[in-house]
């Protein structure tokens, strides 16, 4: 059981590049979710979806792109790269949202620099 | 809005000592779960521990141990006897549930708690 699974791990981007991050899960999940992690401010939501062909933007959605065609994929598109997306991204997924929520599961995270 | 500030940005102990990480958060939500995440230096974040608003028993895991307090709105993690293992990054965080909705699992994170253990 792989659980979520992020690819790729490390990628260095010139701006103005375009990219895609893969996410999958193999829990039969309904939620998922990207964030991003940068230093001295934690963990902050990108987007999110709550099953197949759904997709919401999160607290900071600006020049990130969603789709989640399969319920088991969730991808993350960058159109144009800017240095201020130099982060580690991390995706996610739960069961429900509501109250029989258990924890979200992580990836191992997506390390992308942007030059 | 819902907020979830640590305020401790890093902790530095000598092996063996106790320390506690403080979490305290703000939501208008009647309902929510608090979380603890760990992330050593490998990067991964790892699961500690949930707890829902309506349960305020301290809980404790092994040197493990977590005060909840509605009253403060805190949720303070305390190790007991802290290992050089025990470094790494922990956040606290939150998912509030909307009156009569759902929060969709969107969890808030406080900034993070560098810890470092020394031996």
């Known amino acids: 059981n792989a659980g979520v699974t992020q690819t790729p791990k490390f990628r260095v981007l010139k701006t103005g590049q375009s990219m895609t991050l893969l996410c999958a899960q193999d829990?039969?999940?309904?939620?998922m979710y990207w964030y991003r992690q940068d230093p001295g401010m934690g963990l902050r939501l990108i987007h999110y979806?709550?099953?197949?062909?759904?997709?919401a933007k999160g607290e900071v959605p600006d020049g990130y792109n969603v789709s989640r065609l399969k319920k088991q994929n969730f991808l993350l598109g960058l159109e144009s790269a800017a240095p201020s997306q130099t982060s580690v991204y991390f995706c996610?997924?739960?069961?429900?949202?509501?109250?029989?929520?258990?924890?979200?599961?992580f990836g191992q995270g997506t390390r992308l620099t942007v030059v | 809005a819902q907020k979830v500030t640590q305020a401790q940005t890093e902790i530095s102990v000598v092996e063996k000592e106790d320390v506690t990480l403080d979490c305290v958060y703000e939501?208008?939500?009647?309902?929510?779960?608090l979380f603890w995440y760990k992330q050593p230096p490998s990067g991964e974040l790892v699961f500690l521990i949930r707890?829902?608003?309506?349960?305020?028993q301290n809980e404790i895991s092994g040197r493990y141990s977590w005060n909840f307090q509605k009253s403060t709105s805190s949720f303070n993690f305390t190790i007991t006897a802290s290992q050089v293992v025990d470094s790494a990054v922990y956040f606290c965080?939150?998912?509030?549930?909307?009156?009569?909705?759902?929060?969709?699992?969107?969890?808030?994170f406080g900034q993070g708690t560098i810890l470092t253990v020394h031996p």
């Open positions: 829990m039969n999940h309904e939620y």
């Open positions: 939501t208008r939500d009647t309902t929510y779960y």
């Open positions: 965080a939150l998912i509030g549930l909307y009156a009569g909705g759902t929060s969709y699992g969107k969890l808030t």
């Open positions: 996610a997924s739960s069961w429900t949202g509501g109250l029989m929520n258990t924890e979200a599961f």
């Open positions: 707890r829902n608003s309506f349960d305020e």
């Open positions: 979806s709550v099953g197949e062909g759904t997709t």
